[in-house]
């Protein structure tokens, strides 16, 4: 059983900075593209910024030059971090790999369970 497992998330300052990360762990034959998103209450679920196995990045608008996506392929884990963290980034942030389990032909998308970060003074 494949599961993805965050972490890193909290309480910040503005101006502050976090760390998430995330570990696909399980039977794993190969991840494909990683991927974080965010939901803020009575919003919908929006893409932060996404990664490539090949390390391509794209991010959205709103993030950029303040987050980094990144990811270690041979611990199956990704990373997010994020400066200068702004009260607009409030929201529940959700880990999403696209991979392929062992003895499975084709690849498809699990989530992580979420992790809430809080940017407040």
């Known amino acids: 059983q494949v599961q993805l497992v965050e972490s890193g998330g909290g309480l910040v300052q503005p101006g502050g900075s976090l760390r998430l990360s995330c570990e696909a762990s399980g039977s794993i034959a190969s991840i494909n593209a990683m991927g974080w998103y965010r939901q803020a209450p009575g919003k919908q679920r929006e893409l932060v910024a996404r990664?490539?196995?090949?390390?391509?990045?794209n991010y959205a608008d709103s993030v950029k030059g303040r987050f980094t996506i990144s990811r270690d392929n041979a611990k199956n884990t990704g990373f997010l971090q994020m400066n200068s963290l702004k009260p607009e980034d409030t929201a529940v942030y959700y880990c999403?790999?696209?991979?392929?389990?062992?003895?499975?032909?084709?690849?498809?998308?699990?989530w992580g369970q979420g992790t809430q970060v809080t940017v407040s003074s």
């Open positions: 990664i490539t196995s090949g390390g391509s990045t």
């Open positions: 999403n790999a696209n991979l392929r389990a062992r003895g499975r032909v084709y690849a498809y998308d699990y």
